[in-house]
């Protein structure tokens, strides 16, 4: 796959290939239709990107039940690829008018991963009429290969987030909060284009730094502070997802070996990792390297996940993952060292499995970087 780096957006839409695979699935599953949930795999789908929907994919038919707030919404994202529905009072009534109207309909699946219990009594009783079969990852199979334009949407995500750490570490300065410093990180998101922000941007200094999923907190950063900074920017609902890890100061000898660990661990999985390896395979590139440094018990996480409409999604890069990396995934590098009371270093960058191999689409320097 040729990255195009181009600012213009060429949009193809797949939407009627993708449905066209998942109705091959649903036949080799032995389905004649599925009940949608997931609000990404709707988009992903249709296009739709509301708060509010259900999704009937047959062979014949598709259609999309939401309600009245999304009525002129709908039209102008889903077009003509799927029939609309604009239920007035419950969407599970619509469902149930809807399927009701379709012929040959017996057996139909549903997304175990996104129905809710009370979601799924509704289906036994309500639906009783029908048989239901729980189904698992029909659609996010699917979105794990990326084609032109979604990578297109992910690097256009990464170019918002570099941007905005260039707007940012100029500013920050110790005696700051994380929460200030937050604040700077997420409006120069918002200036840059950022739609919203996928996860709670975690900002974490000093000793909290060693928290790999910290919040954003009232600590002020001390002059020799490691700054773990890790967010991401969303482009027509593709992310990205971005960490890294400066010195508020003059970095000390001993930052500077476990940064440099880090680093090269991240250089050398963001190259080594393949389309067609194992996600333990990937995983390994970056932990043995640790490992053989000394610091292996203090990379307790995964390597990385892949990235998409959601933030984390399918394939995963961890010692657990035995399926193979498809061709056109992309999937996050993050490779990290957490000492717990002494703080942590993490480099994380977005990467895409290519046919001729992999390319990083977060360009910004991964040297140690001393502010102030």
Not at 222 to 225: I, K, L, V
């Given at each position: 796959?040729?990255i195009?780096?181009r600012p213009?957006r060429?949009?193809?839409?797949?939407?009627?290939?993708?449905?066209?695979?998942?109705?091959?699935?649903?036949?080799?599953?032995?389905?004649?239709g599925l009940v949608?949930?997931?609000?990404?795999n709707?988009?992903?789908?249709?296009?739709?990107?509301?708060s509010s929907?259900?999704?009937?994919?047959?062979?014949?038919?598709?259609?999309?039940i939401t309600?009245?707030?999304?009525?002129?919404?709908v039209?102008?994202e889903?077009?003509?690829?799927?029939?609309?529905?604009?239920?007035?009072?419950?969407l599970?009534?619509?469902?149930?008018?809807q399927?009701?109207?379709?012929a040959?309909?017996?057996?139909?699946?549903?997304?175990?991963?996104?129905?809710?219990?009370?979601?799924?009594?509704?289906?036994?009783?309500?639906?009783?009429?029908?048989?239901?079969r729980?189904?698992?990852?029909?659609?996010?199979?699917?979105?794990?290969?990326?084609?032109?334009?979604e990578?297109?949407?992910?690097?256009?995500?990464?170019?918002?987030a570099?941007r905005a750490?260039?707007?940012?570490?100029?500013?920050?300065?110790?005696?700051?909060?994380?929460?200030?410093?937050a604040?700077?990180?997420e409006?120069?998101?918002?200036d840059?284009?950022?739609?919203?922000?996928?996860?709670?941007?975690?900002?974490?200094?000093?000793?909290?730094?060693a928290?790999?999923?910290a919040?954003?907190?009232?600590?002020?950063i001390?002059?020799?502070?490691f700054?773990l900074?890790?967010?991401?920017?969303?482009?027509?609902g593709?992310?990205?997802?971005?960490?890294?890890?400066?010195v508020?100061g003059?970095?000390?000898?001993?930052?500077?070996?476990?940064?440099?660990?880090?680093?090269?661990?991240?250089?050398r999985?963001?190259?080594?990792?393949?389309?067609?390896?194992?996600?333990?395979?990937?995983d390994?590139?970056a932990?043995?390297?640790?490992d053989?440094?000394?610091f292996?018990?203090?990379?307790?996480?995964?390597?990385?996940?892949?990235?998409?409409?959601?933030?984390?999604?399918?394939?995963r890069?961890?010692?657990?993952?035995?399926?193979?990396?498809p061709e056109?995934?992309v999937?996050t590098?993050e490779?990290?060292i957490?000492?717990?009371?002494?703080?942590?270093?993490r480099?994380e960058d977005?990467?895409?499995?290519?046919?001729?191999?992999?390319?990083?689409?977060?360009?910004?320097?991964?040297?140690l970087?001393e502010?102030?």
């Open positions: 796959m040729t195009d780096r213009a060429v949009h193809v839409d797949r939407r009627a290939e993708r449905l066209q695979a998942l109705v091959e699935g649903l036949t080799a599953a032995h389905l004649d949608l949930t997931g609000l990404a709707i988009r992903y789908l249709t296009g739709f990107s509301g929907a259900l999704l009937v994919v047959t062979a014949r038919d598709v259609v999309l309600d009245f707030r999304y009525q002129t919404q039209v102008e889903v077009g003509s690829i799927a029939r609309v529905s604009i239920e007035a009072s419950s599970w009534t619509g469902l149930w008018q399927l009701g109207a379709m040959n309909l017996k057996v139909l699946g549903f997304e175990t991963a996104h129905v809710q219990h009370r979601d799924f009594q509704r289906l036994v009783e309500a639906g009783a009429r029908w048989q239901w729980p189904t698992t990852d029909l659609v996010e199979t699917l979105r794990e290969r990326k084609d032109e334009g990578v297109h949407l992910i690097l256009e995500a990464a170019g918002v570099t750490l260039e707007r940012t570490l100029p500013q920050v300065r110790s005696g700051m909060s994380e929460l200030e410093v604040g700077v990180l409006k120069a998101l918002r840059e284009g950022s739609e919203g922000f996928p996860f709670p941007s975690i900002v974490a200094s000093g000793p909290r730094s928290l790999p999923h919040r954003s907190s009232p600590r002020r001390e002059r020799g502070d700054l900074m890790d967010f991401g920017a969303e482009v027509a593709y992310c990205s997802d971005v960490t890294r890890t400066v508020v003059q970095a000390s000898t001993e930052q500077r070996e476990v940064y440099d660990v880090v680093r090269v661990a991240n250089e999985a963001s190259r080594g990792v393949r389309a067609g390896m194992t996600g333990r395979d990937a390994a590139i932990r043995h390297y640790i053989r440094a000394g292996g018990e203090l990379f307790g996480h995964s390597l990385g996940h892949g990235i998409g409409l959601e933030v984390h999604e399918a394939p890069l961890a010692r657990t993952a035995d399926g193979a990396l056109g995934a999937v590098i490779p990290g957490y000492r717990p009371g002494w703080g942590g270093v480099i977005d990467v895409v499995l290519g046919a001729e191999g992999p390319h990083i689409l977060t360009q910004f320097p991964r040297e970087l502010l102030g």
